[in-house]
């Protein structure tokens, strides 16, 4: 069912695009677990694709555009779509990793940034803020989506929660189902006007990307990757939500994302 562009989902249809989006959050435990000083983003991308096969998904970044890789890998002031390769990870860099997977034809889309541990010396405790902050924007623009209202109150409660940090404006969350990237677009800001009334059947990627410095923006020569214009660290986390009769179900999050919402005091409702 489509109105304004927006593709809105049966419930059955939801309960298939959480299938897609637990192989992403198999994919987040795995290269969570494989991020270290002295492992590659090659590396990291290999670990995705043997979650991948072993889920016998396939993945939605993989040839998209001519995309070469199944993960993002960002690192420092590499903001996203970083290309995984021979790059080296050092203890104190700041990895932004978006994955993705597509199940039966239904896509899942999600993103976390790390600092990779190291001593004391090695890990910027400013660092640690700015990922605990992007965090904490995205749980906020995620809670925003409960009882209704429109979609930029997302983008609002994005921008209150970020504080003083860079906002990167040029890149959004959006709409997601039969194809990853769908109307409407999801911003990190508020606007006007607000955008479409959320409303049972929606499913959106929210994904805030904020920087230690401005929300300046440049693209690599690869073509990819986008890094702040100022050279100051950034953060991107995502996940992919639906909205339905019952509430939200945060379908990429192993958890439905009851911890994070429950402490917003909004109640998690899986579909049975």
Known sequence: MFGRGIEYKQPDQIRRMRTAGLVVADIHDAVRAA???????????AVARDVLAGAGATS??????????????SVNSEIVHGIPGDQVIRAGDVVS???GAVVDGWHGDAAFSVVVPGDEAQVDP?????VATTEAAMWAGIAALD?????????????????DYGIVREYTGHGIGTAMHQPPDVFNYARRPRGPSIRPGLCVAVEPMLTRGDEATRLLEDDWTVVSADGSRAAHVEHTVAVHDGG????????GGAAELAARGVQVVPLA
């Open 126 to 130: 400013a660092d640690e803020q700015l």
């Open 147 to 163: 009882g209704g209202g429109r979609l930029g109150d997302v983008g609002a409660a994005v921008e209150d929660a970020a504080g």
């Open 60 to 73: 939605n970044f993989l040839g998209y555009h001519g995309f070469p890789g199944v993960l993002c890998v």
């Open 35 to 45: 991020i270290a000083s002295g492992v590659t983003t090659g590396e990291l991308d």
């Open 248 to 255: 939200l179900w945060v379908l990429t999050a192993r958890d």
């Open 97 to 99: 990793v978006d994955a």
